[in-house]
T-cell receptor, first 116, second 114 residues
Framework: NAGVMQNPRHLVRRRGQEARLRCSPMKGHSHVYWYRQLPEEGLKFMVYLQKENIIDESGMPKERFSAEFPKEGPSILRIQQVVRGDSAAYFC??????????????FGQGTRLTVV | SQQGEEDPQALSIQEGENATMNCSYKTSINNLQWYRQNSGRGLVHLILIRSNEREKHSGRLRVTLDTSKKSSSLLITASRAADTASYFCATDALGGGGADGLTFGKGTHLIIQP
């Protein structure tokens, strides 16, 4: 049973290009969370999605960032026209249930985005 | 044990009591972080302690770090019902930096009884 899979592990983009980060949740999980970690800082929540729905995007920057979790396939975090400040590690987590105390959140290994 | 493993897995205490959670890890780290996850919400960053620090406070939270034992503890004083949540520690491995080094434990489920 594979864990949360993120790819690519490392992504280099030039300023102005688009970055697409993928997250395949654990089998059977329908809830996905995206987080961003800037150097020497903690994780910051970005967005929470269920299949085909954005539940909470309160942590998403207003422009250039979008996320989706289609019925089939991985969740995608898309960053358009990247800037140097977007350089960070982006983590995805998935869980099976919401509102159940014993639910664990399983994390992927992250994608390190470097904008040059 | 796994990197960033919390102990205990579940903890139930009375409101007003103190709650202590522990985290053990294996590799050398840049920093260790504690997070809280309320039911149905994303992670909330609580506190980050660097490898050269031994103790850090934030409100009712107190975090200690013992790099010789590769362990950390999170103390919540005067607990409240709103503290009911899962608490995770995460380690940022030395030389890793983000995607290469951040590893989460499975969490401690804390229940505060009114």
């Amino acid at each position: 049973n594979a864990g949360v899979m993120q790819n690519p592990r490392h992504l280099v983009r030039r300023r102005g290009q688009e970055a697409r980060l993928r997250c395949s949740p654990m089998k059977g999980h329908s809830h996905v969370y995206w987080y961003r970690q800037l150097p020497e800082e903690g994780l910051k929540f970005m967005v929470y999605l269920q299949k085909e729905n954005i539940i909470d995007e309160s942590g998403m920057p207003k422009e250039r960032f979008s996320a989706e979790f289609p019925k089939e396939g991985p969740s995608i975090l898309r960053i358009q026209q990247v800037v140097r400040g977007d350089s960070a590690a982006y983590f995805c987590a998935s869980s099976s249930n919401v509102g159940v105390m014993n639910t664990e959140a399983f994390f992927g290994q992250g994608t390190r985005l470097t904008v040059v | 044990s796994q990197q960033g493993e919390e102990d205990p897995q579940a903890l139930s205490i009375q409101e007003g009591e103190n709650a202590t959670m522990n985290c053990s890890y294996k590799t050398s780290i840049n920093n260790l972080q504690w997070y809280r996850q309320n039911s149905g919400r994303g992670l909330v960053h609580l506190i980050l302690i660097r490898s050269n620090e031994r103790e850090k406070h934030s409100g009712r939270l107190r975090v200690t770090l013992d790099t010789s034992k590769k362990s950390s503890s999170l103390l919540i004083t005067a607990s409240r019902a709103a503290d009911t949540a899962s608490y995770f520690c995460a380690t940022d491995a030395l030389g890793g930096g983000g995607a290469d080094g951040l590893t989460f434990g499975k969490g401690t489920h804390l229940i505060i009884q009114p």
